[in-house]
């Protein structure tokens, strides 16, 4: 029963990879990389779980068993910068498509100059 | 290679990573460990030491700021990228090749309007109160700069591409988030200068609770809130201008 | 674990199944939304209020927001 929350994040990560392998659509290839990122997220909150523990804020409680702030503040500036890397990928698939006409990986192969 | 070939190969290293994976993770500590030697002394550092009630802030911008200031200069390197590449598109029509027009989008209801714009106040709020409490509350400049990107785009849900338009004034976007990323350094070189290690925190700490505390950690709050926004914002604003924007029909390619 | 985290993770890893088999990037859009919304589920579970916030605004509202106006864009070159 442990293993729940780690064995869902190998999952997200495989099947991410699985959908990366066999994508027709560029969009659809960068969003598989984002549930692969997503499966990351997991793993580190739950390294950082304690049980019986509560959020590691203090404005209104006094100091008692926290969880571990070091992954949760590694995951939350990782969440926002990603979504800007996201968003590069995207302009580069809209300009894949304006140099190419097409948006299929498989049709994308060669490197025309 | 062929597809068929493809899959079969990622399918034998999903197997022997997925392998890997088990094997690793039943090698880790029981899950809901009490044992966490790191995070007990960062928890320690952040209450007593430097008065933050908010430990994943003292961390974020504290303990480990040298970590934030390189993921915002990711941020920053990839909204550069995005504008660069989206700018290409772009000069078609600046050139005169294309000529565009805006997109006839259908009329929405005007309830829909009005409950955008009185939101829109509230949002801003919300989002400013949420970078300004980040030491105290969960929050920070990350999450309210988000907060903020978005509230602006009430707009156009509400008004549609042009009331966006009017107001939102792009350049002064792009100024600021070059600000915002500038100044994390500045702070960092300041607390060199005056303390010896770069974005050492040296403002006053304050007592633990207060608006006032946890010294740098509110500042480099509002610097970041300030980046994370303008980068939302204006990244938005050009997929948005991509978008919203028609070729007219029979202009050249 | 609790009840809460183990329910939370298995909706998350369906949420993640149905990301990669929708092909449409329209719907995908959704979807991705959907997958942030119980990523955030999950992260509050854990004890993580600042992640979950972040995870929300970005992964439930921007991306998507983003991935709906290059959908569009690409289709209306065709």
């Known amino acids: ?113 | 290679m062929s597809r068929r070939l493809r899959l079969a190969v990622f399918g034998l290293g999903a197997v022997l990573t997925g392998a890997l994976l088990v094997i690793a993770f039943t090698g880790l500590p029981e899950f809901g460990t009490s044992h966490h030697p790191y995070g007990d002394r960062a928890v320690h550092t952040a209450v007593d030491e430097q008065k933050t009630s908010n430990a994943v802030s003292s961390v974020n911008f504290d303990q480990r700021a040298i970590d934030t200031m390189g993921e915002e200069f990711i941020l920053f390197t990839a909204v550069i990228g995005t504008l660069v590449l989206l700018r290409e598109l772009r000069r078609e029509v600046e050139e005169g090749e294309v000529e565009t027009e805006l997109r006839r989008s259908p009329r929405g209801l005007s309830s829909t309007a009005y409950l955008t714009y009185a939101m829109l106040g509230v949002t801003t709020l919300t989002g400013l109160y949420v970078v300004a409490h980040g030491h105290l509350s969960p929050g920070g400049g990350f999450q309210g700069g988000v907060v903020l990107g978005t509230a602006i785009h009430l707009l156009y849900v509400g008004g549609g591409y042009r009331a966006i338009r009017k107001a939102r004034p792009l350049h002064l976007y792009e100024i600021f988030d070059a600000l915002g990323a500038g100044g994390f350094v500045v702070l960092g070189l300041a607390g060199a200068i005056v303390g010896g290690d770069l974005l050492a925190n040296v403002l006053p700490l304050g007592a633990l609770g207060d608006i006032l505390s946890a010294g740098q950690v509110e500042l480099l709050n509002a610097l970041v809130g300030l980046e994370v926004a303008s980068a939302v914002i204006v990244i938005l604003a050009r997929f948005l201008e991509q978008y919203a924007e028609v070729r007219i029909q029979g202009t050249a390619r | 674990m609790t009840a809460v985290i183990a329910v939370a993770t298995v909706l998350t890893a369906l949420a993640g199944t149905a990301v990669v088999f929708t092909h449409h990037p329209k719907r995908q859009a959704l979807t991705l939304s959907m997958l942030g919304l119980m990523l955030t589920l999950v992260f509050v579970a854990l004890q993580a209020p600042d992640v979950a916030l972040s995870e929300l605004g970005i992964n439930a509202l921007v991306v998507p927001m983003v991935i709906l106006l290059v959908a569009e864009k690409i289709r209306a070159r065709r």
């Open chain 1, 1 to 113: 029963m442990r293993m729940l929350l780690f064995c869902c994040a190998g999952w997200l990560l495989l099947i991410g990879c699985y959908g990366i392998v066999v994508s027709r659509n560029l969009i659809h290839t960068v969003i598989c990389l984002v549930v692969c990122q997503s499966s990351t997220y997991l793993i580190l909150l739950g390294i950082g779980y304690r049980s019986g523990g509560t959020a590691p804020v203090f404005s209104d409680t006094s100091p008692s068993t926290v969880v571990d702030p070091v992954v949760q503040a590694l995951c939350l500036t990782d969440v926002v910068v990603s979504a800007t890397v996201i968003a590069l990928f995207l302009a580069l698939a809209l300009q894949a498509h304006k140099q190419h006409g097409t948006v299929d990986p498989d049709e994308l192969t060669s490197l025309r100059g």
